[in-house]
Structures are given as C-alpha cells and as structure tokens.
T-cell receptor, first 115, second 113 residues
C-alpha cells in the first residue's frame, strides 16, 4: 500500500531564508508526483508536477526534485517571503491505481515565514 | 479561463440528512475527481469520473455516491450524514490519463451537527 510522508510537519523560518521540504513515498511505481500549496480553509494550488521519468522541475523560486528509486522528493524554496506561508502538500499518482488518476497525499508541511 | 468551481462554499447539515455538492471542471477537462479532507490531514480520494463513467472509488461507504453529467460537471451525494463526514470536500479536474496535472477547486466546507 502506497504511503506518503512529509517531514517536517511544521517549519518556521525568517524571511529571506532558503528552505527544503521533504516528501517520501513507499512504492516507487508512480506516474508522477505533484506539489501543492494550501492556504487555510482553501483549495489546493498546483505548484509543480514531476513525471516519473524526470529528475526535477523549476518554477520561479521553486525547485522540486524526484528520486524515484529511493522514494523521495524535495521542494526547495529560495529567498522565502511571508506570502509563502501556507501548508505544502505532496501527492503521488500510483501506477497500481488501475485506470484511475487518483492522488495519494501526505499530511503536509505547515510553513510560517516570519517577517 | 475559469478554474474549477464548486458550490456551495459552506454548508451546515444535521446528522441523518442528505447533502449534494457540485463541481464544474475546467473547460476541456473530461475527468473529475472528488476528495475529502479532514482537518489536519491530507485529502483522501473518494471517486473519479471520466466521460460519465466511474473510473475509481476510494475506501468510502456506500452512503457516498457521485455522477457526472454530459457537460462533465459532477455531483457528490452523501446520505445519512454522520458527524465524521464534517470535512472540506475538494473537486479536481484534469485531462484524461494519469500523466496529467490535476487542478483543484476551492472546496465545499461541510459541517455536520
């Protein structure tokens, strides 16, 4: 059974710091991995999608890497800003899900960037 | 282009009642999925529909049902509501296939009292 874990559960950093969020998954048989941002009580905003054949994706100050063989992904945020404060979720699309495109989520990392 | 839309935004129901939640996907997207997110947890997969057919179902009781309409919008129905059904219900749309990015709506906050 695929399980997704995110460490740390919460993180507080001063503005301007570079930071790394971690995501691990137990079964390497995945189509892709997606990182999301969620503001309190709101829906999910897609940040980056990495296909299983890719090693990393970049968007602005965000860089996500994928090491499928070790079951790990990292989300790197450069020069953090107070507006980056949110919960960050990673999710995998399992190969063994059949015809469905369901996502299996971690429990998220709550990030607070202090001004 | 409009993103995924969901209605209503908030809903308060009493135990034992029935609820219907609605979702409109991004134009051109034929796949709609539903997720339940309990406070402090990651979203849990409930259903996926593609071209009006159920493609997958998560580990939820038969009280949960869904359907997709010819215009690709979708409804999630929950019967005999329990206190534990209180959650944020999220809808996601995508192009067909597991390789495509999923886009989520703002969610419907359901409170069961």
């Amino acid at each position: 059974k695929q399980e997704v874990t995110q460490i740390p559960a919460a993180l507080s950093v001063p503005e301007g710091e570079n930071l790394v969020l971690n995501c691990s998954f137990t079964d390497s048989a995945i189509y892709n991995l997606q990182w999301f941002r969620q503001d309190p009580g709101k829906g999910l905003t897609s940040l980056l999608l990495i296909q299983s054949s890719q090693r990393e994706q970049t968007s602005g100050r965000l860089n996500a890497s994928l090491d499928k063989s070790s079951g790990r992904s990292t989300l790197y945020i450069a020069a953090s800003q107070p507006g980056d404060s949110a919960t960050y979720l990673c999710a995998v699309s399992p190969l063994k899900g059949g015809a469905t495109n369901k996502l299996i989520f971690g429990t998220g990392t709550l990030l607070a960037v202090q001004p | 282009d409009a993103g995924v839309t969901q209605s209503p935004t908030h809903l308060i129901k009493t135990r034992g009642q029935h609820v219907t939640l609605r979702c409109s996907p991004i134009s051109g997207h034929k796949s709609v999925s539903w997720y339940q997110q309990v406070l402090g947890q990651g979203p849990q997969f409930i259903f996926q529909y593609y071209e009006k057919e159920e493609r997958g179902r998560g580990n939820f009781p038969d009280r949960f049902s869904a359907r997709q309409f010819p215009n690709y919008s979708s409804e999630l129905n929950v019967n005999a509501l329990l206190l534990g059904d209180s959650a944020l219900y999220l809808c996601a749309s995508s192009l067909e296939g597991q390789l495509y990015e999923q886009y989520f709506g703002p969610g419907t906050r359901l409170t069961v009292t």
